[in-house]
């Protein structure tokens, strides 16, 4: 059973047969603990004018993870950034305008290490 960020208090409670204020309590303490860290929203890029997405593995050059680090932060177009391991450092998923857009990206990318580009044709599975 999934519960969206936008499901109501009271809706939730008819699906789990919880008063609206029993399920606004748990999830309070929920939030408290953290285990619910934080809502999100499912943004359509297309609509955004960001018709490219794709995945870049970044291998980091030696002496540049902080450097590439805080700069990589500042980019607007990366959806997701995550430090992995293998062969590359880090795996980012960047939504883009087109080509072009993507080219001046990479460009940028290259300052810090090796990226590996990989386009997104279509999205499998959400569990959102």
Same mark, same amino acid.
Request: charged share 25%; hydrophobic share 40%; glycine share 6%.
């Given at each position: 059973? %999934?519960?969206?960020?936008?499901? @109501?208090?009271?809706? +939730?409670?008819?699906?789990?047969?919880?008063?609206?204020?029993?399920?606004?309590?748990? &999830? %309070?303490?929920?939030?408290?603990?953290?285990? +619910?860290?934080?809502? @999100?929203?499912?943004?359509?890029?297309?609509?955004?004018?960001?018709?490219?997405?794709?995945?870049?593995?970044?291998?980091?050059? /030696?002496? %540049?993870?902080?450097?590439? +680090? @805080?700069?990589?932060?500042?980019?607007?177009? +990366?959806?997701?950034?995550?430090?992995?391991?293998?062969?590359?450092? &880090?795996?980012?998923?960047?939504?883009?305008?087109?080509?072009?857009?993507?080219?001046?990206?990479?460009?940028?990318?290259?300052?810090?290490?090796?990226?590996? /580009?990989?386009? &997104?044709? @279509?999205?499998?599975? %959400?569990?959102?």
């Amino acid at each position: 059973m %999934k519960y969206y960020s936008r499901t @109501s208090f009271a809706d +939730i409670g008819k699906k789990i047969f919880l008063s609206p204020s029993s399920v606004r309590e748990r &999830i %309070k303490k929920l939030e408290d603990v953290g285990v +619910i860290r934080g809502y @999100s929203l499912d943004v359509d890029q297309n609509l955004m004018g960001n018709n490219l997405e794709v995945f870049i593995m970044l291998k980091i050059f /030696t002496g %540049k993870f902080n450097t590439a +680090i @805080s700069e990589i932060n500042s980019y607007p177009e +990366i959806q997701e950034a995550f430090r992995i391991t293998g062969q590359q450092n &880090i795996h980012l998923r960047v939504a883009l305008k087109n080509q072009l857009h993507l080219q001046q990206f990479i460009d940028k990318l290259i300052a810090f290490g090796e990226p590996t /580009t990989h386009l &997104i044709l @279509s999205e499998l599975r %959400k569990d959102f």
